[in-house]
């Protein structure tokens, strides 16, 4: 059965930087659109990024434009999301999620991770 597995998370300061990985068990990544998300307490789930098949269409919502980047290594079967200059507002669980439809929607995705917290404090 496919499962996939986040990591990469922790603490980090104001302005730092991390790579999360996404890794699939069971399956592959190679044929999917895969999206990153992530919930803070008390808030909705919302779309961080997503990338196409081949990696060649990226998507990123406009509070991590330009600080974000998703890649993929089909080789390796994972997706990454590089997270620089992290702000307080960042802090969240992290996820990412298989879909069939390219986008930010939740909707659209149907295989999920446990998650990976992010916390970004002084």
């Known amino acids: 059965q496919l499962q996939l597995v986040e990591s990469g998370g922790g603490l980090v300061q104001p302005g730092g930087s991390l790579r999360l990985s996404c890794e699939a068990s069971?399956?592959?990544?190679?044929?999917?659109?895969i999206g990153w998300f992530r919930q803070a307490p008390g808030k909705e789930r919302e779309g961080v990024s997503c990338?196409?098949?081949?990696?060649?269409?990226?998507n990123y919502a406009d509070s991590v434009k330009g600080r974000f980047t998703v890649s993929r290594d089909n080789a390796k079967n994972t997706v990454y999301l590089q997270m620089n200059r992290l702000k307080p507002e960042d802090t969240a669980v992290y996820y990412c999620?298989?879909?069939?439809?390219?986008?930010?929607?939740?909707?659209?995705?149907?295989?999920w991770g446990q998650g990976t917290q992010v916390t970004v404090s002084s």
């Open positions: 999620a298989i879909g069939w439809k390219y986008g930010l929607d939740a909707g659209s995705y149907n295989y």
């Open positions: 990338i196409s098949l081949s990696g060649g269409g990226t």
């Open positions: 069971g399956g592959t990544l190679n044929y999917a659109v």
